[in-house]
């Protein structure tokens, strides 16, 4: 099951209270205080992990709390701090208050770790009251409580190429060509119900990820169809591949259906509108004439790659371009973000 939003309550532990306690040995008398302090509660921390790609441990589990701090004891014992509790999530991951409806961290990266709430400090012992003028203190200190949050867990895919398109346009049989990934392939539309991650492997220990989502129809961006939710999934793919069905089974034009499919992805979010897209023409095996793709080239542009999911034709071609146009683009992103860092490291700190 695939599960890409949540909501869920955290709690970090509360501090554990101050211990009042006299010394009471033999031959040692006057002993005087000596209660410990409480520990500190556990801290609530979120880490993105790469090996996860779903939220579907939160579905059936919405209170998370981490452990309470020790009590002081006598002899000066200071309690145990409470173990800090640690929620892996996939990355991608973005972390909202709920309450406040406040973007508080993207995880987008896997290894990022951020602490949402922290725990409460131990109370003072009855040790720490202790006075020149006040040297049997019966005071202390209750443990401090633990903050609590109620969050909302969205998840993004993270994924180098996000496949997009018509239901029924080939995206699951070419993800399918690609990579190890089974996705569900019938004759109907929309056997695609959740998004698909694939890696795609090439020679020379050459690998990127590819994403299927479920297939846009016209209005998804206002809710038609299954596209509207999952198209969160592609704002974070570095390129977007269009796939066109050169022959669609509805005997539609298929330059209407692409200019269509494009105007719901820009207005979905100008981050779509901006991306990188590489259109490619399927189904060239149902053309063997040529002509519908002749067309497709004429009004969308020539250097259109042809491709026939269902026999394998041009699909070694195609990732090669898809590598290419993304070692480029992280070349790009990792120079970008050198140059982020050297100028807020400031002059001379190089």
């Given at each position: 099951m695939f599960?890409?939003?949540?909501?869920?309550?955290?709690?970090?532990?509360?501090?554990?209270?101050?211990?009042?306690?006299?010394?009471r040995e033999k031959f040692i008398p006057k002993g005087g205080p000596d209660g410990g302090d409480g520990g500190r509660g556990g801290h609530v921390y979120f880490e993105a992990a790469d090996d996860l790609d779903t939220?579907?441990?939160?579905?059936g589990k919405h209170h998370w709390r981490a452990r309470n701090g020790g009590h002081g004891q006598g002899s000066n014992k200071h309690g145990a701090n409470g173990e800090d509790l640690?929620?892996?999530?996939?990355?991608?991951?973005?972390?909202?208050?709920?309450?406040?409806?406040?973007?508080?961290?993207?995880l987008d990266e896997p290894g990022v770790k951020v602490q949402v709430c922290k725990g409460g400090r131990g109370g003072r012992g009855n040790k720490s009251f202790a006075t020149a003028t006040h040297q049997t203190p019966r005071e202390f200190q209750p443990g401090k409580l633990g903050q609590e949050r109620n969050l909302r867990l969205e998840l993004k895919l993270i994924a180098d190429v996000g496949l997009v398109g018509l239901p029924n346009a080939g995206k699951s049989t070419l993800i399918s060509r690609c990579s190890a990934a089974r996705p569900k392939?019938?004759?109907y539309p929309f056997t695609t119900?959740?998004?698909?991650?694939?890696?795609?492997?090439?020679?020379?220990?050459?690998?990127?990820?590819?994403?299927?989502?479920?297939?846009?129809?016209?209005?998804?961006?206002?809710g038609a169809g299954l596209g509207h939710d999952f198209l969160k999934h592609i704002e974070r793919t570095t390129i977007i591949?269009?796939?066109?069905?050169?022959?669609?089974?509805?005997?539609?034009?298929?330059?209407d259906n692409y200019h269509?499919?494009?105007g719901e992805l820009e207005r979905h979010s100008q981050v779509l509108a901006e991306k990188q897209e590489v259109i490619v023409a399927n189904k060239s095996d149902l053309d063997p004439e040529g002509e519908q793709l002749a067309h497709v080239r004429e009004m969308l542009g020539p250097n259109i790659p042809t491709i026939s999911a269902a026999t394998g034709q041009g699909i070694k071609e195609l990732?090669?371009?898809?590598?290419q146009r993304v070692k480029e683009l992280r070349a790009a992103a990792a120079e970008e973000k050198a140059q982020e860092e050297g100028r807020s490291k400031g002059p001379g700190l190089v």
């Open positions: 599960v890409d939003e949540a909501k869920i309550w955290v709690k970090a532990g509360d501090g554990g209270s101050g211990c009042v306690s006299f010394r939220l579907l441990d939160f579905a640690t929620i892996r999530v996939p990355a991608g991951t973005l972390i909202y208050d709920a309450d406040w409806d406040l973007l508080l961290k993207d392939i019938a004759s119900l959740e998004p698909v991650l694939g890696i795609i492997e090439l020679s020379d220990f050459r690998r990127f990820v590819m994403a299927d989502i479920p297939g846009l129809i016209e209005g998804a961006s206002e591949v269009h796939i066109l069905d050169v022959m669609p089974m509805d005997g539609s034009d298929p330059v269509a499919i494009r990732k090669e371009l898809l590598w």
